[in-house]
């Protein structure tokens, strides 16, 4: 039997980062596997808004979406046609996967769903984690006794995309029904790190001048403050002088500006490239030595599982749930925000070329085993499966 299955959040553009290209490249994968996907959500893109049609279904990113006005709010993302829309239409829908919690959408899908008897999973996005919740507390806090608590308490099942994540969740909140399923990568990633062959691995290019990428929203939970700061501390010894930091990405103008103050000036070590995608993004991912990720707080970390496919190994923090994993596989570093530990962990990393090749080639077998796309399918196919048994069977 063929499921029928309404993915909804807040947002898709670009500038909000993982959670949103997670979405456009799991209902790519449900499709390969034949699931029927619509993604519903927003035309909120920051202060600006996406170039698309409304109220009909278009494809974004190869997948079929619908979108609707953010009306107001750029946190809470309301949208009252989207709102509409789900009452009128969550019924066609064996399931519905919730991206998010703190959202209007969020709110309104779970609110439809439940009207009409049909089951629906959350897949939080960090956003119970403590160091989420505890910021803008009030406006969480009033939105949890607005609906969020029914949001999470009538879900057939909360997605987290690792046991990290749903342990951190449900020791706070103390939810049920957890089911750990990770995002994935685009396999052709692992192939293609596959195809350049150790030679022409990333650390071991002759000549090339290294550099460490951070890669997606330059927002102030990623940690990039105490990143730059050692970076600038640890290039000042003359065997590391030759290494550059490029940050890839965008985020708030304000916060971006702070950021270029940090640097003092020095352009030639660390350079913002802005936004990227398509083949750039890919080739300046494969072209680091290192993908630094020492966030305050991730879910999961798709940057990191991303760099690891093409062969990159991987400076996280402690605080990245990604990190038990990096740690096992020995697939990168791991580091506390401390800056001693920082600055010794990034110096330990650019001084050992083969070590982090080494690190790389672990990475890249640990994401080709557990997180491609496909794979990550065929385990959403199960849960989604069983979801919709249980509630056809009360």
């Known amino acids: ?94 399931l519905v996967h919730v991206h998010g919690v703190f959202s209007h959408a969020c709110l309104a899908a779970a609110r439809s769903a439940a009207r009409r008897g049909i089951p629906y999973l959350v897949r939080p996005l960090g956003m119970l984690d403590p160091w989420s919740l505890r910021r803008r507390r009030v406006a969480k806090r009033a939105l949890w006794r607005l609906g969020v608590d029914r949001l999470l308490g009538q879900a057939a099942a909360i997605h987290y995309t690792t046991a990290d994540e749903r342990r951190r969740a449900e020791r706070l909140v103390g939810l049920a029904r957890g089911a750990v399923v990770p995002l994935g990568v685009d396999p052709a990633l692992v192939e293609g790190a596959d195809s350049r062959g150790e030679a022409e691995a990333p650390s071991g290019r002759a000549g090339a001048r290294p550099y460490v990428l951070v890669l997606g929203r330059l927002h102030p939970k990623k940690g990039l403050e105490p990143l730059i700061e050692a970076f600038l501390d640890v290039t000042r010894a003359p065997e590391l002088s030759r290494w550059c930091l490029l940050l890839a990405g965008d985020g708030d103008p304000g916060y971006v500006r702070a950021l270029r103050k940090r640097t003092r000036g ?33 879910n999961f970390g798709l940057a990191a599982a991303e760099a690891m496919a093409c062969g990159v190994p991987v400076l996280l923090s402690a605080a990245v749930n990604l990190a038990d994993d990096v740690r096992k596989a020995d697939a990168g570093w791991v580091t506390s925000l401390a800056p001693a530990a920082l600055r010794d962990t990034l110096a330990t990393a650019l001084a050992d070329d083969a070590r982090r090749r080494e690190r790389g080639a672990a990475g890249r077998a640990l994401v080709n085993a557990r997180f491609t796309w496909p794979r990550v399918a065929e385990t959403l196919v199960g849960l989604y499966t069983d979801l919709v048994a249980r509630a056809r069977a009360a």
Do not use: N
Request: with cysteine.
């Open 1 to 94: 039997m063929g499921l029928r299955v309404l993915h909804v959040i807040a947002a898709v553009a670009p500038r909000y980062g993982g959670p949103s290209t997670a979405v456009v490249g799991m209902c790519r994968a449900l499709r390969g596997v034949g699931v029927e996907t619509l993604v519903a959500t927003t035309d909120a893109d920051g202060s600006d808004r996406l170039p698309v049609p409304l109220g009909t279904v278009i494809a974004f990113g190869g997948v079929p979406a619908i979108f609707f006005r953010r009306q107001w709010s750029e946190a809470l993302k309301y949208s009252r046609p989207l709102g509409r829309w789900l009452e009128g239409h969550v019924g066609a829908f064996d």
């Open 266 to 298: 020095d352009t030639d070590r660390v350079r913002f490239l802005g936004w990227i995608d398509g083949e750039r993004k890919h080739a300046v991912l494969a072209g680091a030595s290192l993908l630094a990720l020492p966030s305050y707080q991730e």
